[in-house]
Structures are given as structure tokens and as C-alpha cells.
């Protein structure tokens, strides 16, 4: 079995910051694509931010020159730092990984989100 599980998320002020990180586990061979989503209420989940296994990046224009993605293969880690973050940076945050396990499959895989909630 593979799981997701991110961490991190809690409530901040305009302005501040935020680390998220998603530790991958299980019997998992390697792990291609990783990104970072996100879902606002009454709205659909939106790309923030992906990685590709050798380091190449994609952000969502909202966010760009704030936010940063970054892996640790060795580790099965991706983290997000978020800063000058804004009240409509809230949402659940979804961390997602393109994984190959250990059985031979590739698939598609989902944390269970962390909430980011920007307010004074």
C-alpha cells in the first residue's frame, strides 16, 4: 500500500509563511511527477506547483515568486514553502505523486489534504 501524508498546514497571518511537507511510504519503486494542489471552498482543486524527478518546476502564475517546491527523493519527501501568503491562498492543500510500487504498477496517488487558512 502507498500513502500520502502531508503536514504543516495551520492557520497564519497575510503576509506570513508556511511549510508543507508530504512524506510518501510504502512499497513504493520510485516516484516520478510530485505536486502540490489546492481546493478552496466552492471552488475545483487547482494545480499549484509540480516537480519532476530530476528537479524541474511548475507553479500556478498565482503563486509564482511566492511559493516553492522542492523534493528529497532519498527521502521520499516533497515540501511546499509558501510566503507573503494571501487570504486567498486558503484552502485544503493536496500533495500528489505519479508512483511506481514495488508490485510492478504506476499510478496516480493523494494525500488526505492539510488546511492553509490565511486571516487576521
Known amino acids: 500500500q502507498v500513502q500520502l501524508v502531508e503536514s504543516g498546514g495551520g492557520l497564519v497571518q497575510p503576509g506570513g509563511s508556511l511549510r508543507l511537507s508530504c512524506a510518501a511510504s510504502g512499497r513504493i519503486f520510485s516516484i516520478n511527477d510530485m505536486g502540490w494542489y489546492r481546493q478552496a471552498p466552492g471552488k475545483e482543486r487547482e494545480l499549484v506547483a509540480a516537480?519532476?524527478?530530476?528537479?524541474?518546476?511548475n507553479y500556478a502564475d498565482s503563486v509564482k515568486d511566492r511559493f516553492s517546491i522542492s523534493r528529497d527523493n532519498a527521502k521520499k519527501l516533497v515540501t511546499l514553502q509558501m510566503n507573503s501568503l494571501k487570504p486567498e491562498d486558503t484552502a485544503v492543500y493536496y500533495c500528489n505523486g505519479v508512483i511506481d510500487t514495488a508490485w510492478g504498477t504506476l499510478g496516480e496517488y493523494w494525500g488526505k489534504g492539510t488546511l492553509v487558512t490565511v486571516s487576521s
Open positions: 516537480i519532476t524527478r530530476g528537479g524541474n518546476t
